[in-house]
């Protein structure tokens, strides 16, 4: 598999409080932007996977969401959230 317990504890080490805290916002964008960054790369080799195509929109839409929240409650997180990603916004 693409995501073991490793790689996700390297992301919520890297962006949220701790290895084990899988709640913090940062941790679940960083965790979703790898997701959805694979799943791209799966969607450009096989156009017509339609059931991808449909998960990558939701992953998208629960990324955008989180987003939207962390920008509602603190700006400087959502701002440097957005820079160590690499998002446009």
Do not use: C, P, W
């Amino acid at each position: 598999m693409y995501l073991t317990t490793e790689k996700k504890e390297e992301f919520f080490a890297q962006f949220g409080k701790s290895a084990k805290d899988t709640g913090s916002s940062e941790g679940q964008v960083a965790l979703f932007s790898f997701r959805i960054a694979h799943l791209t790369e799966h969607l450009k080799k096989n156009r017509k996977d339609y059931s991808t195509q449909r998960a990558l929109q939701l992953l998208v839409g629960k990324r955008r969401n989180i987003l939207d929240y962390l920008k509602k409650k603190d700006i400087e997180r959502y701002r440097a959230i957005i820079k160590a990603l690499g998002l446009r916004k």
